[in-house]
């Protein structure tokens, strides 16, 4: 789905789809620059199982970044371009 900037160029915006949870490092890098509340940090324990970060730290892992509010996701692409790993998976939605 096409849209076009203020002065008439044509952009499509490519939406946050999906985080590689195995490439993801939990840097928070594109949570700060996201102003739309499109993701959140949470906790992986041992198992791989996805724990608040308000649990007991000791069962944490590793911390990775999950998608909370998809259709918040506006396409502006600054979550991928501040992202370390390359972890996030971006596409035009029709």
Do not use: F
């Not at 992986?44 to 259709?71: A, F, Q, S």
């Amino acid at each position: 789905m096409a849209s076009v900037t203020r002065d008439g160029r044509e952009w499509s915006p490519e939406y946050l789809i999906s985080i590689d949870p195995e490439r993801c490092i939990g840097c928070g890098r594109c949570y700060k620059v996201c102003g739309r509340d499109v993701m959140t940090l949470k906790g992986l324990n041992e198992d791989g199982e996805m724990i608040d970060l308000d649990d007991d730290d000791d069962e944490i892992e590793k911390k990775i970044m999950v998608m909370t509010d998809v259709g918040a996701c506006i396409g502006c692409g600054a979550c991928a371009r501040v992202c370390p790993t390359n972890c996030q998976v971006h596409a035009v939605v029709a």
